[in-house]
């Protein structure tokens, strides 16, 4: 009898508890209302994210403030429109800090991929406005394109001012060599989209978990990361469904969806460690070194990877054109008098 009872302790802990033994679990949202009640430790947050809570009427004092700032900096209306933008994905971020103990994650804009100077430049810009605002640099990770050129301005960045970067839009394992080598703080390497891309473009529609080619891809970054010791950290992001989740219990962190989360805590499969630094050690990895050139042959030789980089390069920039429309649409009311 007593052998049953760690079965039955088992089915009354959720997914969501069971997994946050093995992995740091983030929430992915700008929604930073609907992140309370799963206590993760940090939270992302993207163009796309910040554009869908924009439009939220909770979210509309922050949003209101941010024009204020941006027309009492002055300067053309496209400086205005630039500091109303910085200052919105700050504030967003300052807000959900009050709700996680660990760092946020706030996006450089796309349009600048590539562009290693901007990109540099505005991180530094979110930087200081989080210091302003009297949080430290320790708990901002700022969110780059992992182009070559979005890499060696997170290399510059993390050597140079001290900023961690999150390199996101990751579909390649060059793309996740080259961050390595920069000595970044940590990479999200994506899940999801690297799912569609196989459905769309094969006649596979369907994957369980372990075979999974997003879960595949995280994996041997995983595992190649921790053979050859680099100090980089992983964290999956882009997930549909909790069995790509479950398939990566053990990765260092998880970015997961409020909508995800949810159903993880009403779940109560049990949750095995998948990932690990002893089972990272033991496959059979070659290490490899990459320079520019290298690199762009590399990434280029995954046509899922350029696709799906330039597709969320694209995407994320015309979500940032929406919401600038949405923000010049505001400030002209608000000069207005309206």
Known sequence: MSSGSPDKRRKMESALNQLKKHTVVVADTGDFNAIDEYKPQDATTNPSLILAAAKMPAYQQLVDQAIKYGIAKGGTEEEQVANTMDKLFVSF??????????????????????????????????????????????????KLSSTWEGIQAGKELEEKHGVHCNMTLLFSFAQAVACAEAKVTLISPFVGRILDWYKENTDRKSYEPHEDPGVLSVTKIYNYYKKFGYSTVVMGASFRNTGEVKALAGCDLLTISPGLLAELSQDHSAVTEMLSVEKAKACDLEKVHLDEKTFRWE?????????????????FAADAVKLETMIKEKMLSVKNGQ
């Open 93 to 142: 971020g300052l807000e959900i800090l009050k709700k996680v103990p660990g760092r946020v994650s706030t996006e450089v804009d796309a349009r600048l991929s590539f562009d290693k100077d901007e990109m540099v430049a505005k991180a530094l810009k979110l930087i200081a406005l989080y210091e302003e605002a009297g949080i430290s640099k320790e708990r901002v990770l700022i």
């Open 299 to 315: 990434h280029n030789e995954d046509r899922m990877a350029v696709e799906k980089l330039s597709d969320g390069i694209r995407k």
